[in-house]
């Protein structure tokens, strides 16, 4: 009786509720564009298309997978702890200081293989530390994480324009941005891994840190469930209560568990910074921070829910361009409506059609009972 | 008066590979009080979960008033007029006893209308069934006794005819447990049937008409109360017999193991729970703390085991001292031989949502034994978790289930074989038996009792005056945050009663 819902069999509780609600929230979006005026099969043919039809677009979706899954991740070790991080905006953008400085430093004289390691603890050292103040003032203040994550969004924006137009920039550039890094600060792409599938990459700029975004997801896993601290961390989402009984410390689990997701959220800045613009910009984290609260909820803060959720946004962003641009009545606006309302079947009403299903599951269970009963007779 | 109200027929239901209830066949006469017990896990909870609409049985018939229904989900039951009193409550904390009784059941788009109506007709249900609340208190500031009650009359306001209670005595004082059953014999003068489901042999005994038993899934049997004895009760339900008190030699005290001295305790608004109390508690005894439960029991066991923080005083554990007033680390005082089974298993002992084995170790995550460096030794926990199954008969026997699909009694059985294993200096234990069958009950106070025999210093709390005056060597009766006497536990339970209202307390405190 703990919860009103009978369990279901894992496919149906990770693979068809999903699908069912993904199919209901495109039904609704292709509504959408029924209503102002074009034809919504044309458009799911160019979302498609824009996202997998060639190597080169499937190496964009893929691009922006991996920002995704970074945000993605940083978020769901938040959530397991009970904390609800929305800061992985600012968290990203911070961190990209520790990319740039990495590249500054060493582009010019070392292999990108000797920087990328230098770039991955800065970009995780410079995310952690705007992810600890609010961590830390949660645990020693009681300011709730969700209002200072998101003052702290605004301080890192007005930081890092500080920074891009008066500290970072060359001498004599007009924008606000650092110099070009040489080639020890881009990082290579993987066309090899799609030209495996017989695709060509093209213009994509999917690199590297995609398989360093692997990597994280299973250390998150590892983390989480294998480690004494994910135990901690579990323990306090689900119970502070019996957290305190255990002699857990509410204020160290805290921080530790907001520094963790500040890194996480950091290092995603490796993925626009070196593996495609080979520099830093202003707001080059574009929303990423938030949308990984859309694929952390959808992924069930999962990592391996997280990596598919993460694609399906990227596809989402890379495939919503390509209708805006072939469908000039449908604009970039519309898109974002489409994530919306994406975000909303998958994550906010996630629950919506489960007990009709549930209910169907138990018909059907009832008919197989009676059925063995029968022939057993 | 053979009218019968409620008829099971052949119900099934399977969770996996658990059955929880194997063609049940049950009738319950109208206008009687019928009883339903059995141990642990047997399946009360998930017939009468069914009968409620939350569970959809996997075959079999539900009758009421003679004619088959289909209760698919609580609205179907409360259209058929059935009512369930949860023994977690599924109240609405802040709204007040009017809203949550009306909640879901408003009967005009116009709020104002139906509050109105809904006035008159809960006074009139008062009147009637003497039940009195404030229908405008809310309800976090209600006394349990005084939730419960809101429970039974938000059935009653959506005319239920029977009324299910699933161990409703469990988190009640007796006195509020006394009141309950007067109600319950009202309703029944009025001709509204009563399912009750618990573990007191005693209140079965004295409030029930019928009672029937269930052991493991099956019903075995359905007697007529005034026919039977708690004995014959006892063994059907266990399927042996069972010791309803346990047999206890003489203590033989040793050192001192925790030493209290004037510990004084606030709770969060600054009232103060624990007045000024002191106590010793030797290794191989067994004190027991009785009274009427919110006089500071728990916020004595809490301080102690360093969940909260004491004002002042001093506690001290094999002769050190315990920082009561500072900074007390739980998971410390684990190390220094301090175990603590809490009253509030669901919130507090278990984290309901986690496997089985990873709740044997809530606490003792930092053993070596269950660490690779800083990963988790899964090995090593589903093992000793397997091993503590086995021997406290936890069912199913399975380390890797959900623990809330555990029975209550099981869940209870999770947490004492996790603090009593690892044989302690001091143990304390809040409510050890709280919903937990006779067989098991028989089974914990050996366990106690053993522990105590090999050394082991045990602080009870327990607001079951029997449980107390079974286990204890020497009780000590709280009232009002205050240590008001110490008895032998052959003291009678009148004497101690008193006691705890605090009548015989004020005299002896004033001499
Ligand atoms: N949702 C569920 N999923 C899996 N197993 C369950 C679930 N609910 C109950 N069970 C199992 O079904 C059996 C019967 O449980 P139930 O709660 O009905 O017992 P009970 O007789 O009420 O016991 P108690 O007296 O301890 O409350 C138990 O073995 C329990 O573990
Ligand atoms: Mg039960």
Redesign the pocket.
Known sequence: ???PY??LPGWVEYGLIPLINLAVAFLVAGLVVLLVGENPLEAAYHLLNGAFGRGEYLGFTLYYATTFIFTGLAVAVAFHAGLFNIGGEGQAYVGGIGVALACLWLDQTMPWFVVFPLAILGSAFFGAAWAFLPGWLQAKRGSHIVITTIMFNFIASSLMVYLLTRVLKPLGSMAPQTRTFAEGGQLPKLDWLLAIFGLDIGTAPFNVSFLLALVAAFCVWLLIWRTKLGYEMRTMGHSPSAARYAGMSESRITVITMMISGALAGMMALNPIMGEQARMQLDFVQGAGFVGIAVALMGRSHPAGIIPAAVLFGMLYQGGAEISFEMPSISRDMIVIIQGLVILFAGALENMFRPAITRLFAMQGRRAAVVAQTKGA | MDDIAIELRGID?S??P????KNINLKVRKGTIHGII????????????ILYGF?QADSGEILVDGKAVAIRDPNAAIAAGIGMVH?HFMLVENFTVLENIMLGAEDSQILNKGIAKARVELKRLEREYALEVDPDAVIEELPVGLQQRVEILKALYRRADILIL??PTGVLTPAEADHLFRVLEQLKSQGKTVIL?T?KLREIMAITDEVSV?RR?EMVATRTTAETSVEELAELMVGRRVLLRVEKGEAKPGDVKLAVEELTVKDGRGVTMVDNVSFNLRAGEIVGIAGVAGNGQSELLEAISGIRRAVSGSVLLNGKPIEVTGHADPSELRDRGLAHVPEDRHHVGLVLKFEECENAILGYHHDKRYLNGVFLNIDAIRKDAEQRIAEYDI??PNPR??T?????????KIVLAREMERGPDVLIIGQPTR???VGAIEFIHKRIIEMRDQGMAVLLVSVELDEIRALSDRILVMFAGRVVGERNPDATEGELGLLMAGVEGRKEAAE
């Open positions: 009786m703990s919860s009978a369990k | 239901k969770f996996g658990v059955h929880a209830n059995g141990e642990n896990g047997a399946g009360k909870s998930t017939l009468m979960s569970y023994q699933d161990e489901i573990h269930m899934g069912r199913p289930l959900k809330a699909n555990f029975s209550g009694g099981n869940q209870q919903g937990v069958d």
